[in-house]
């Protein structure tokens, strides 16, 4: 079953233009993460913030999370056209002890950003 | 460091066939998880093996099965293939000690059941 729900399902923007994507999820969470996944291919992480956190960095990244609202979003700033991509957010549900590498994720948002 | 590496690439197989796949965990990671992604479904999670053990298992029958060799190196199989098998599989691998689950997935298999 989908832990995360990504909203929305597609955006397209054009390049230079910031692109916010958001998702919610149902269960208490120890953290969020983000991939991305270049057409069909194996996706690669992006961005982890912790339950305990609200807000990370990184690059032209930004992520936050609200864990009261079980939500988070994912901006990317300045976009270009290699960010074209489906992004998943994808929640862990385990221990701190690295004993459950099981991640949960949504269906994906598809961004497509023109030149 | 090399990544994570799955073989075959590309499959196709017939319905009643079973199927093996291959995948090699960056070189000192000993957690691999297997994903499932279909257009419907979405990702979902197989099941995760750390030094040979499975840790962990989602939701699918018994015809999916899987195994981890001492190397790290995994294995999953499916029997008695089904047209909905059709898929992406993905494994992933995780550090030792990375209490934060970060992975690092390989390429996946493309598997196509006719």
């Known amino acids: 079953s989908q832990q995360g729900e990504e909203d929305p399902q597609a955006l397209s923007i054009q390049e230079g233009e910031n692109a916010t994507m958001n998702c919610s999820y149902k269960?208490?969470?120890?953290?969020l993460q983000w991939y991305r996944q270049n057409s069909g291919r194996g996706l690669v992480h992006l961005i982890l913030?912790?339950?305990?956190?609200r807000e990370k960095h990184s690059g032209r990244l930004r992520v936050t999370l609200d864990t009261s609202k079980k939500s988070s979003s994912l901006l990317i700033t300045a976009s270009r056209a290699a960010d074209t991509a489906s992004y998943f957010c994808?929640?862990?549900?385990?221990?701190?002890?690295?004993?459950?590498?099981?991640?949960?994720f949504g269906k994906g948002i598809t961004l497509s950003v023109r030149p | 460091k090399a990544g994570v590496t799955q073989t075959p690439r590309y499959l196709i197989k017939t319905r009643g066939q079973q199927v093996t796949l291959s995948c090699s965990p960056i070189s000192g990671h000993r957690s691999v998880s297997w994903y499932q992604q279909t257009p419907g479904q979405g990702l979902q999670f197989l099941f995760e093996?750390?030094?040979?053990?499975?840790?962990n298992k989602g939701n699918f029958p018994g015809r999916f099965s899987g195994r981890q060799f001492s190397n790290s190196r995994s294995e999953m199989n499916v029997s008695t293939l089904e047209l909905g098998d059709s898929a992406l599989y993905l494994c992933a691998s995780v550090p030792d000690g990375n209490s934060y689950n970060e992975q690092f997935f390989g390429p996946g298999t493309r598997l196509t059941v006719l």
């Open positions: 269960t208490s969470i120890n953290n």
């Open positions: 994808a929640t862990d549900v385990g221990s701190y002890t690295g004993a459950n590498s099981k991640l949960t």
């Open positions: 913030i912790r339950s305990n956190e």
């Open positions: 093996y750390f030094s040979e053990t499975q840790r």
